[in-house]
């Protein structure tokens, strides 16, 4: 496990929140208990590492609810669900709705434990995933408007020929733009370049920020 981030748990039950808390505690997880989705609405931080432990059925807002709630206000984190009255279809739309696993009551510390370290393990993976789309943004930001048209040119395919005729210049003006973007981009040959364009949306116009935030499927 991770030495940043918490288990971030819901669940009304007052005997079960102290006992969950108490068994990941032990394991060395940092645990923020709450007893409703509307208390952790209020109180979860944006940037909050880690995953969520979410009881199905709670008073004000069910878990499913809540899943779709974090999900518009962006947070992305790794959903484990819990119920002593899981079925199949609600399973399903848990599973649908991005939710990493589903454990039905009673379930042992030791699966508990596994599933936390999962949910983890991807949480880091997608914030380091996000990170390097970033930092190749931030280079993509130097190019300017026709070094990002021949990128998106020479990264599906085009040769230095093709993208001049596309511009009526000089196949020799194309190679210069070229090195520029390979330079700014920091790329070490044409398959890095083509891995960066696939991560980072560069259009003519800039960054597709939606999109450059979204997580990549995988």
């Known amino acids: 496990m991770t ?10 039950d ?13 394991a060395g997880y940092e645990v923020k208990a709450f007893a409703c989705a509307g208390d952790l609405l209020r109180d979860l931080d944006p940037e909050q590492v880690g ?3 979410l009881d199905l059925r709670m008073p004000d807002m069910s878990g499913l609810e809540l899943q779709q709630e974090l999900l518009q206000r962006g947070c992305v984190l790794p959903v484990i669900f819990m119920s002593a009255f899981g079925d199949i279809p609600t ?3 848990a599973l649908k709705g991005g939710a990493l696993d589903f454990l039905e009551k009673p379930f042992s510390t030791e699966s508990l434990i596994t599933r936390v370290e999962e949910a983890f393990a991807i949480d880091a993976a997608l ?22 048209e021949v990128m998106a ?17 000089s196949p020799r003006t194309v190679e210069k733009y070229r090195a520029r973007v390979m330079e700014k981009m920091q790329a070490a040959n044409l398959a890095d370049l083509c891995q960066m364009a696939g991560a980072v949306p560069v259009t003519p116009d800039g960054l ?10 995988g």
């Open 153 to 169: 040119l020479v990264t599906e395919g085009l040769s230095n020929k093709e993208i001049a005729r596309r511009f009526e210049i």
């Open 14 to 26: 007052p005997a079960m929140r102290r006992s969950l808390a108490l068994a990941l505690s032990l």
């Open 51 to 53: 995953c969520l432990l």
């Open 127 to 148: 914030r380091a995933d996000r990170d390097w789309r970033l930092s190749i943004a931030e280079r993509a930001r130097q190019l300017t408007r026709r070094e990002r």
């Open 91 to 93: 399973t399903v739309r």
């Open 3 to 12: 030495d940043a981030g918490a288990v971030v748990l819901v669940d009304d």
């Open 208 to 217: 597709d920020v939606p999109r450059l935030l979204e997580p990549r499927p």
